[in-house]
């Protein structure tokens, strides 16, 4: 009997089928045995000695292995074909000598990609004996983990109260995300202008963009206003064209490879939304096997790798099926080859691919997660043998006659689809695509610009990691293994040292603290170059070119003097350097030149960093006297102020409280479950709060009216991006908190009406008339209110006059629409009147035409 080591019941019973009756197949469930969770299970004193304990569940299924071992006459190790792996088998094997369950019997090592029965059956056929060198890594890696766990996470809970854990990897994924966040917090937006034309050169027209002014090349910023870009969008409306030049340049788009473990939780995250736990779950199952037709087969190559390679069998394969399902076309000359500089142990193995692509996804018709993985993991690997796209890239530069002004269109059209036919890459950030196919256009050919317009933009800030884009970023920077990372990033989650926010990763308070105290105090070991030095320094130990003793050895001389001297600090002196470097961050200045850290309560006290056994906060330096705080952060981000009770509501009868949370200060309505409640909005202070406001806030959102086109309610509420109203599917701005409680249908509906508008404009739609006020007393003809893509306007003929901020455009009245529009024309916007006109609009008899009179109040 041989007797067949391997880590999942899932796998065992698959391997069992394969190989027959003279063989037994025994799962170890994974790590049979871990360091101890105390101190004293790594000694550097004893040359890092190491104490192991065997799992309380492993403990019957090791007795099963020994078992069975002792009458065997082989026994064989097939745990996975990584360093785990590896580290499992020589675990399995310590543990049998211990219990001397070996005796004469040979221990031989197989590794299989893929879970089916030729890869198994070869296997067998090729035993070795287990890799010293992968388990020497493991053991430096593990060790490393530990000691920095064990030894930073105590220094953590005495200078830190409230900090749950630090470790080498999570610590530098967590500054990651803290970074990224300080980057936002520091950006200012910037605005800039863009102009276009579209142009026709004797065929369908095109869009061209404004590339040079007045003789200049225009960079980014150089139209940073509304002035210099209507001047610009004047320019090119009055310019006449030529064609400069066209060009034509035939280019080529190349298949990605075959997935990596990395590039599979990235793809995953895009296109499917796995957060990366949840895809190595799924990416497990399909390896280990998937019931097909009463047969358990594995569906997928081994799942953790960074290797791209493929199998030369797989390949042709791959070709095979490409060329009957899409044709010879698609079939590129030879197979493709990729390659990557991973320096580590796992890149020996393939790429993450399907068993047998001839299982096309439609057929096997999985379902839920397995399903919709398989599938992307199959387009992937077919797409990286296709021939590649075939793209015609083209650009047409056209100049004024006089050369100071020139426009620029561009675009591409796929000539041949290539791979594209399965398979495109998802982006986390996507930038616009080129414009799809201009027209033909002769060189030297006359242009006219039949209309131009110029659009405002704002620079944004960098976005927030996501799962995607965090995975990416770690790899990018060789912090930590793939194969990690999907732990990783859920122990952030775990430790609350952040949470997720439209999949996007955002600090916590606590999460922000512990990153800067490391920064502070262990900033060496919380660097990306340093960890990722340290992570080919164990790639060094797994190719054997490396004492794995020597580099724990040097790690800890270091370490451990470190964190010798934090036990010499005192716990207050750490929060003033804390409190310092924080500063910036917690007290911004005040725009009237105040002491941000002055106490709003008490007056005398200054605000400064305090601690609890769970969050960080603001306090008061004359507590307990003065018991102010607020939430850490930005006084911007809610005050606390003192918890009370405001009153009762006459409604419910219900006792409505004022409260300071996680986020700020909010109101409550009685207590229970889940009792209702309302944020403090931006601008309102707790300290000014009652119960009337606090009812106010509480009743929201409030119904403003029916909308006359509809009769469907118009409700007006306060939002994350502010107050707004809303009808049926729409949502508008209103210009502040107290509007909101103020708004009435004639305003709401105007408000409703220009958000329209601005989407229809956007689209290049006519304006919505949002007011008719009547004949202009000079000439007679119509001034109309216009919901345009900026904001509201006057019209009258060919003059557009803006209304000014904080004006309701339906209260405006004929008398100061002409106001706006004398005003516009005086500075030279849109055709003066005649004389005449101009001098009969100052007549007194003019006014009498349009007596003023006070607008009707909203209802």
Known sequence: MNVVVVESPAKAKTINKYLGSGYKVLASYGHVRDLPAKDGSVRPDEDFAMSWDVDGKAAKRLAEIADAAKGADRLILATDPDREGEAISWHVLEILRQKKALKDLPAERVVFNAITRTAVTEAMANPRQIDMELVDAYLARRALDYLVGFTLSPVLWRKLPGSRSAGRVQSVALRLVVDRELEIEAFRTQEYWTVEGEVSAGGDPFTARLVKHEGKRLSKFDLGNEASAFAARDAVKAASFKVAAVEKKPAKRSPPPPFTTSTLQQEAARKLGFNAQRTMQAAQKLYEGVDIGGETVGLITYMRTDGVQTAPEALDEARSVIGGIYGKDYVPEKPRFYSTKAKNAQEAHEAIRPTSLARNPGRLRLEGDLGRLYELI???????????????????????????????????????????????????????????????????????????????????????????????????????????????????????????????????????????????????????????????????????????????????????????????????????????????????????????????????????????????FIGCSNYPECRYTRPFGTAEDGEAGDERELGVDPETGMTVFLKAGRFGPYVQLGEGEKPKRSSLPKGWTPAAMDLEKALRLLRLPREVGAHPEDGQPILAGIGRYGPFVQHNGVYANLSGVDEVFEVGLNRAVAVLAEKKAAASARRGGEPTALKDLGAHPADGQPIKVLAGRYGPYVKHGSTNATIPKGKDPAELTLEEAVALIAEREAKGGGKKPARGKKAAAKKPAAKKAAPKKKAKADA
């Open 378 to 616: 199959w387009k992937r690997m077919i797409a990286s043998q296709m021939e590649a796209a075939r793209i015609e890239r083209t650009t047409i530069d056209l100049d004024s006659a006089d050369g100071k002004t020139g426009l620029r269109a561009t675009g591409q059209v796929v000539l041949f689809d290539g791979y594209l036919a399965v398979y495109e890459e998802g982006r986390d950030d996507p930038e616009d695509e080129e414009g799809g196919r201009l027209p033909q256009v002769r060189e030297g050919a006359e242009a006219r610009v039949i209309s131009a317009k110029a659009d405002q933009h704002f620079t944004e800030p960098p976005p927030r990691y996501s799962e995607a884009s965090l995975v990416k970023k770690m790899e990018e920077l060789g912090i930590g293994r793939p194969s990690t990372y999907a732990s990783i990033l859920e122990r952030l989650r775990d430790r609350n040292y952040v949470r997720m926010d439209k999949n996007r990763f955002v600090p916590e308070d606590q999460g922000r603290l512990v990153t800067v105290f490391l920064e502070q105090f262990f900033g060496k070991y919380v660097e990306y170059d340093f960890t990722a030095d340290l992570e080919e320094k164990l790639d060094l130990v797994s190719a054997g070119d490396l004492d794995w003793k020597v580099l724990l050895r040097e790690f800890w001389a270091d370490f451990n003097a470190k964190v010798g001297q934090m036990g010499e600090l005192r716990t207050r002196e750490v929060l003033d350097s804390l409190d310092e470097v924080l500063g910036p961050y917690m007290f911004p200045p005040n725009e009237d030149g105040s002491d941000p850290r002055a106490c709003p309560k008490c007056g005398t006290g200054r605000l400064g960093l305090k601690l609890s056994r769970s969050n960080p």
